[in-house]
């Protein structure tokens, strides 16, 4: 089921986010829908609003360094269940790759950006 919550969205490059609420569709496979306790705007979302993200990659919602809960999972999860405490990663991460399996890193080198939020116009 969508559920509805608040979130900063960048609707636009290099333009003020806006705290709105927004749809968040059901987890697809492979993929969990986690609850946000808390959050931050770090400099790679920053980047990414005044200069990396490509038009055709708004609107955003920003602000990946956090907490959560999952709320739910998706087909094919069997790492996580709803309830467990996470830490949302920006890119994620393959487990293969030498950075994967490195503890002292999690910038997998196959920099897979997965989009996790669906944002829908009030």
């Given at each position: 089921?969508?559920?509805?919550?608040?979130?900063?969205?960048?609707?636009?490059?290099?333009?003020?986010?806006?705290?709105?609420?927004?749809?968040?569709a059901?987890?697809?496979?492979?993929?969990?829908?986690?609850?946000?306790?808390?959050?931050?705007v770090?400099?790679?979302?920053?980047?990414?609003?005044?200069?990396?993200?490509?038009?055709?990659?708004?609107?955003?919602?920003?602000?990946?360094?956090?907490?959560?809960?999952?709320?739910?999972?998706?087909?094919?999860?069997?790492?996580?269940?709803?309830?467990?405490?996470?830490?949302?990663?920006?890119?994620?991460?393959?487990?293969?790759?030498?950075?994967?399996?490195?503890?002292?890193?999690?910038?997998?080198?196959?920099?897979?950006?997965?989009?996790?939020?669906?944002?829908?116009?009030?």
């Amino acid at each position: 089921m969508v559920i509805k919550c608040k979130a900063a969205v960048a609707w636009e490059p290099n333009k003020p986010m806006v705290i709105e609420e927004i749809e968040v569709a059901p987890p697809q496979a492979n993929e969990v829908r986690i609850k946000i306790v808390a959050t931050g705007v770090c400099h790679t979302d920053l980047y990414h609003l005044f200069e990396g993200m490509h038009k055709d990659g708004f609107p955003a919602v920003l602000g990946h360094e956090g907490a959560g809960i999952v709320e739910s999972v998706g087909a094919g999860v069997t790492e996580f269940q709803p309830g467990d405490k996470v830490i949302p990663l920006f890119i994620s991460q393959c487990r293969e790759c030498r950075f994967c399996k490195s503890p002292k890193t999690n910038q997998c080198e196959k920099g897979c950006i997965r989009t996790v939020l669906s944002v829908s116009p009030q």
